[in-house]
């Protein structure tokens, strides 16, 4: 008897395709530098999987966004599957919404009444791509179509020879291509894909005018990527070359790979690629074509693709699709450039300060934490730097000086970044920007109690104009003083006047002034520093674009931080 142990934790079996390799393997060897053509497949594979398929206004947006993007090839849908799909392509006929450099593709099986309904939806257009798909794994052949391999050959021929034959009747004016898919070509037999695909070329005839396109699915991921690569080297291998023809890929992610799948068999002589914005399609969704197209464009590859505003395009298809970008999705995703941790926002505050210095070393854009520059997309660079309870001192440092152009001593920063973590630790959340500057004023800008200066005049000695005489008028614990001293200079003639008050006794130790801006006009702050008896260190902060009066407001503040 089986123990619960076995039932539980043995791991499963699953059949998994046959290994296959080329003769001899050389796409590990080469390089990615070529852009493939791009087909967008969103209003095709990309809509029939979502919960709440487009209407048909929903997909002219989306057409409209995706030739705003670049895509001279869009899979428009399935003519004959719907009314909704079949209004949809001849909307856009009718409309004429299609640029004379676009071609239009639509899907059809491989059955004949479907073929000439959908053959019957490309009138009025210019260019189109009929892509003609049937299942060719031994799985689908004997458990679900139950037919032979034999009688799917002969069921291709007859499709492609009805395709050339109503496009010659009834599409004189329409430069047609073929798109055959030997649906799950990476489950099945290698051979009899091949088959498939001479028969296709043999009644099709490709030429410069009758191109086609042999479409090799990854449709459902069963392997490594690398097998992809290996399917497609050795498919070019042995495929005849009795007449030109384009190899495309169109891969799902169900094993998480389907980027590097793509890369990796466009690596091995693909030269076309159908896939999705986001990766939208079904189960675990087609291979993403902003990855992957900003994958190659990171490699120094020009694809023709534009993402230069990835929000945008990102909020578009959300609201198109009902689906949200995931906040870690590559590129476009919310967190994709955010920098929590302490060490890797201290080390891109850092090289963001060696910009020039960095380009002269590797002679490009590069930065610790990042592999590309997020303003190439139009995202922000400068806030990529965000405030929880794992921050530190260097992503302090980058909130201050990038939103409000402070730089404070590391002192203070410690200080600072204990207090915020330990806000940050008990809200359990992110902390904007505006709350740090908020914390920053509340610990260190206080100029009200039990302290508060009303007015201070320094008069410089007119025999001795390096000697500051001070007349100071000040509210302590309620009660208004006048004081006068004098000293080396306005802010020790000051400090000198105020200790005639029952304060604790203090040192100054330092004062700076920073500018808050590039303006001359641009207000500044003065941070103070002072040691009381015991030793214990306090910071004060002043603004003001006079330096002596700043710097007398942060000596209230340290004082009033003490008392």
Not at 518 to 538: F, G, K, L, P
């Amino acid at each position: 008897m089986k123990s619960i142990d076995d039932i539980i934790f043995r791991p499963a079996r699953y059949a998994q395709p046959e290994p296959i390799a080329p003769q001899r393997r050389l796409w590990p060897e080469k390089r990615l530098q070529e852009s493939p053509r791009w087909c967008s497949v969103d209003l095709r594979d990309g809509n029939q999987s979502l919960p709440n398929p487009m209407t048909p206004a929903q997909k002219q947006d989306y057409f409209q966004l995706l030739l705003e993007i670049g895509f001279k090839e869009i899979e428009i849908g399935f003519p004959a599957a719907s009314q909704d799909e079949w209004n949809f392509c001849r909307r856009l006929a009718e409309s004429k919404a299609v640029p004379e450099d676009v071609t239009i593709s639509v899907l059809t099986q491989a059955r004949e009444h479907v073929i000439r309904q959908t053959l019957e939806a490309l009138s009025g257009y210019h260019k189109a791509i009929v892509h003609l798909y049937i299942p060719t794994s031994d799985l689908h052949l004997e458990f679900v179509l139950g037919q032979s391999r034999e009688a799917v050959l002969q069921r291709v021929r007859q499709s492609v020879r009805q395709v050339r034959r109503l496009t010659a009747e009834h599409l004189p004016d329409c430069a047609v291509t073929l798109e055959f898919s030997p649906e799950e070509f990476t489950d099945s037999d290698l051979g009899f894909v091949i088959q498939l695909c001479i028969a296709c070329g043999e009644e099709w005839e490709p030429s410069a005018e009758r191109p086609i396109v042999f479409n090799l699915p990854s449709t459902v991921e069963r392997a490594l990527p690398t097998h992809y690569a290996d399917r497609i080297e050795a498919f070019l291998e042995q495929m005849p070359r009795k007449w030109p023809f384009i190899t495309s890929l169109h891969a799902h992610n169900d094993m998480g790979g389907a980027v590097a799948a793509t890369e990796l068999a466009i690596l091995a002589g693909a030269q076309r690629v159908e896939g999705t914005l986001f990766g939208n399609g079904e189960r675990s969704g087609n291979v993403d074509l902003v990855t992957l197209a900003l994958n190659l464009e990171y490699l120094g590859v020009k694809t023709g693709l534009d993402f230069s505003d990835i929000n945008e395009i990102g909020r578009r298809v959300a609201s198109l699709t009902g689906l949200p970008v995931h906040p870690r999705s590559p590129y476009a995703g919310e967190l994709v450039f955010n920098a929590y941790s302490g060490s890797h926002q201290d080390a891109i505050h850092k090289a963001l300060g060696r910009q020039d210095a960095i380009q002269a070393r590797f002679g490009a854009w590069k930065m610790p934490y990042l592999h590309i520059d997020p303003r190439r997309l139009g995202r922000d660079l400068e806030h990529c730097i965000h405030i929880n309870s794992q921050s530190g001192k260097g992503g302090l440092a980058h909130v201050l000086e990038s939103d409000y152009h402070i730089l404070l001593p590391l002192g203070m920063l410690a200080e600072l970044e204990k207090r915020v973590q330990d806000t940050a630790n008990r809200q359990g959340r992110e902390l904007p920007s505006c709350e740090i500057w908020n914390q920053f004023l509340h610990e260190y800008n206080r100029q009200d109690h039990p302290l508060h200066l009303i007015n201070y005049w320094p008069r410089p000695d007119p025999e001795e104009p390096s000697r500051i005489y001070s007349e100071v008028h000040i509210d302590f614990q309620g009660t208004r003083h006048t004081l006068h001293d004098r000293g080396d200079g306005p802010v020790s003639a000051f400090a000198a006047a105020i200790r005639q008050l029952p304060l604790p006794s203090f040192l100054l130790l330092s004062y700076e002034e920073k500018s808050m801006g590039a303006s001359v006009h641009a207000e500044s702050i003065t941070i103070v520093q002072i040691q009381t008896e015991d030793s214990q260190r306090y910071y004060g902060i002043g603004f003001g674009a006079n330096i002596v009066q700043g710097a007398a407001r942060a000596l209230i503040s340290a004082l009033n931080r003490v008392l």
